[in-house]
């Protein structure tokens, strides 16, 4: 992309044939966990702890932790409950980014 990825840009990307618009969640050399729910490198919520909640992680929400690889993203979509992300799919190299959102009207 022209402009510098930072936590909170908005971002389209192809992953597996799909173009997706989604949130930058965390950077390289983060650490992201996912044990009913999703927390950032500092252990903070990335979502609504009341949105988390309504989560089951027996109902197919997979429990991992991982740190983001060199060049590579971890993308959320702004709706937990239906969104298909590097929750689903894991980290995103930064060279499938096709686009940076700068203007939202």
Same mark, same amino acid.
């Given at each position: 992309?022209?402009?510098?990825?930072?936590?909170?840009?908005?971002?389209?990307?192809? +992953?597996?044939?799909?173009?997706?618009?989604?949130? +930058?969640?965390?950077?390289?050399?983060?650490?992201?966990?996912?044990?009913?729910? +999703?927390?950032?490198?500092?252990? !903070?919520?990335?979502?609504?702890?009341?949105?988390?909640?309504?989560?089951?992680?027996?109902?197919?929400?997979?429990?991992?932790? +991982? !740190?983001?690889?060199?060049?590579?993203?971890?993308?959320?979509?702004?709706?937990?409950l239906v969104?298909?992300?590097?929750?689903?799919?894991?980290p995103i190299?930064?060279?499938q980014i !096709?686009?940076?959102?700068?203007?939202?009207?």
């Amino acid at each position: 992309p022209v402009l510098p990825l930072k936590r909170g840009s908005i971002v389209t990307a192809r +992953v597996g044939g799909d173009c997706i618009i989604k949130r +930058v969640a965390e950077l390289p050399g983060d650490k992201v966990s996912l044990i009913r729910d +999703v927390k950032d490198h500092t252990g !903070t919520f990335l979502y609504d702890p009341e949105i988390q909640k309504n989560w089951n992680s027996d109902a197919g929400w997979r429990q991992f932790t +991982v !740190t983001v690889p060199e060049k590579h993203v971890f993308v959320l979509g702004d709706n937990p409950l239906v969104s298909d992300d590097s929750r689903d799919f894991g980290p995103i190299p930064q060279s499938q980014i !096709t686009g940076v959102v700068v203007c939202r009207l």
